[in-house]
């Protein structure tokens, strides 16, 4: 009897701030994959997916890149503009922080636990799709653009 053991690479998360940068800035772009309202996907490789909330994106970054002197930059589907942010890294917090670079708002956060050398997730929190509840957003981004 033979038996052949195959072993899937086993893909880890970045173990800190500082790899979840590098892992970030080596993709010159990324490309959105999915946005999922507290952890349920509404929208999937370029299709909405019908949602109890009934809330459509119809705006939302379709690619986006990161850069080493901490802009972020983002096109933006629909009015299909591309938009400037900054991100700069918490070591403490072991979380990336996204910020509008002009109001130096905004609550988008990545951490190290959910980037991959292929994908990565950003997450925030809000009241503004469901007030006054509370809604976790997340936006799944790969590594290659989908066909």
């Known amino acids: 009897m033979l038996i052949i053991l195959t072993t899937a690479a086993c893909q880890k998360s970045a173990k800190d701030v500082q790899e979840a940068q590098k892992r970030l800035m080596a993709v010159p772009r990324w490309y ?7 952890e349920v ?13 009934g809330v459509r994106f119809d705006t939302y970054m379709d690619w986006l890149s990161f850069r080493p002197d901490g802009s972020f930059e983002g096109h933006f589907q629909g009015p299909g503009n591309t938009q400037h942010f900054q991100w700069k890294a918490y070591p403490v917090q072991n979380v ?17 636990r959910n980037v991959y050398e292929d994908y ?3 997450e925030t929190r809000s009241t503004i799709y469901d007030p006054p509840r509370v809604t976790k957003l997340s936006l799944k981004f790969v590594s290659k653009q989908p066909d």
């Open 120 to 122: 990565f997730v950003m």
């Open 96 to 112: 990336i922080a996204l910020r509008d670079s002009v109001t130096k708002t905004g609550g988008w956060n990545i951490y190290p």
């Open 32 to 38: 959105i994959q999915e946005i999922a309202m507290d």
């Open 41 to 53: 996907p509404v929208f999937k490789e370029g299709r909405h997916i019908p949602h109890i909330s």
